[in-house]
């Protein structure tokens, strides 16, 4: 059975201008890479446990401050090139990125050395125009900013069933 995560697709608007909250994985496989690397909040769940439930609490651990509240849009399951299954939430809100803070992991580093070090899982946190999250976010999470895209311009036309 693939594995399964739950995140959340934080956005916002600003001076008219649409943007999402996206993290950069923290520890040294991703130091040196910026664009394909970003990647909504998100982490594994337990085939019983609620997604919504699990986005959240994801999001509270990799970002250090509690998931806003507002009405979720559920995305359909997205299947990453990996075979992940990722179930995304978008919610409306906003946040402070200096006060992020990630949980974090240890990691045998260099592979082999005995050596064990921590790491944040998300290492920083931002926010993103649509064009700019579209080159940072990982490929297989660029469908969710289409998928947020058409949400808000079918609600904004009173098409959204979530109108």
């Not at 064990?116 to 297989?140: C, N, Q, S």
Request: aromatic share 10%.
């Amino acid at each position: 059975m693939p594995r399964r995560s739950a995140g959340l697709l934080l956005y916002r608007t600003t001076d008219g201008v649409l943007e999402v909250l996206l993290g950069h994985p923290g520890g040294p496989f991703w130091v040196r890479k910026d664009e394909g690397a970003w990647s909504i909040p998100k982490g594994e769940y337990l085939d019983e446990e609620d997604p919504w439930a699990a986005a959240r609490r994801e999001f509270a651990e990799e970002v250090g401050i509690a998931a806003p509240d507002g009405p979720p849009i559920a995305f359909a399951p997205l299947k990453q090139p990996g075979g992940k299954i990722v179930t995304a939430f978008a919610v409306e809100g906003d946040l402070d990125t200096g006060c992020a803070v990630s949980n974090t992991f240890t990691l045998e580093w260099p592979r082999g050395s005995g050596k064990f070090k921590e790491y944040p899982e998300l290492d920083r946190v931002g926010w993103f125009d649509m064009p700019t999250a579209r080159l940072k976010i990982l490929k297989g999470q660029q469908p969710l900013l289409d998928w947020l895209l058409q949400e808000l311009a079918d609600g904004a036309a009173g098409t959204s069933p979530r109108a």
